[in-house]
């Protein structure tokens, strides 16, 4: 014999009806709302039986029902009364010096409030990729070739990102890139844009959602992924997928194939750049 499912009414409704109701009711009108509860999901559904009981127990706050205050409510509330009185009375009377005490006050929490702001937005750098936490880059040391203070730099040979797989079973995937500024031409229209070479693996590692396209959009060569403002900016309303774009790489003008659109990268992402 399967024994009935009991379902319980929402937490905050209920904390809320004991809250307010005299306790010498408490015990009789919740299990009234208890029954009436587990009757309308049978009826209906579990969502409606919640949201007809929060409807309920709002109806039921009402004189008769609600709690009479303590006297040291009473009394909470005739000192705090009497302080904002005082409070008051001091501020007409010193109308300067009240004036510069909030003026600073204001001022201090919003200075709080826009450092709390800029320190939420540095530490998200970063964070939207899917990995990472995983994500791990790698840096050479070049003993006796110190640049601004360091010799320490984020630049590896070529052979790397294929070795590092072969060589180390913990590694996922690898991609290298290289920051470059190539001169578009698409009909009339040329412009130098800032874009990345990357391997085909980048997406892999780094996780800027498609609009149109895959992750496997760097597979084959000459191929060129764009932001969505850099198609617009160039296509306006045209479905660009397929269609070859005039890239001047190391002044040699290369036609490259159009194989996705990304959305445009977040300002919270140290790289920064409006093709691939």
């Known amino acids: 014999m399967n024994n009935p499912v009991i379902y319980r009414p929402p937490k905050h409704a209920l904390r809320f009806f004991q809250w307010f109701c005299r306790a010498d009711l408490v015990e009789q009108i919740e299990g009234d ?3 009436r509860f587990q009757g ?3 009826q209906t559904s579990l969502s409606a039986a919640r949201r007809s009981y929060c409807w309920q127990v709002l109806l039921l706050f009402r004189p008769g029902i609600i709690r009479s205050v303590h006297s040291q409510s009473l009394t909470n509330i005739a000192m705090w009364k009497h302080n904002f009185i005082s409070s008051w009375r001091n501020f007409k009377r010193n109308l300067a010096y009240g004036a510069i005490n909030i003026f600073g006050l204001a001022i201090g929490l919003s200075c709080v409030m826009l450092i709390a702001i800029f320190v939420k937005f540095e530490l998200s750098y970063d964070t939207f990729h899917e990995n990472y936490e995983r994500i791990y880059r790698i840096a050479k040391e070049d003993p006796g070739n110190y640049y601004l203070g360091t010799n320490q730099f984020a630049v590896t040979s070529a052979p790397l990102v294929k070795a590092l797989p072969d060589e180390f079973p913990e590694v996922e995937h690898a991609t290298q890139i290289r920051k470059e500024e190539c001169l578009f031409a698409v009909g009339d229209s040329k412009a130098y844009e800032d874009g990345i070479y990357a391997t085909q693996d980048f997406f892999k590692v780094f996780t800027f959602p498609f609009l149109q396209g895959s ?3 760097l597979v084959e060569p000459n191929s060129i992924v764009l932001t969505e403002s850099l198609v617009r900016k160039y296509f306006q309303s045209e479905d660009p997928i397929g269609t070859h774009i005039t890239v001047d ?6 036609e490259l194939q159009i194989v996705g659109v990304i959305n445009d990268v977040p300002t919270n992402s140290h790289l920064q750049f409006d093709y691939l």
Do not use: R
């Open 249 to 254: 790489m190391d002044s040699k003008p290369t």
């Open 40 to 42: 309308e999901v049978e």
């Open 215 to 217: 992750d496997e959009a």
């Open 33 to 35: 709302l208890f029954e």
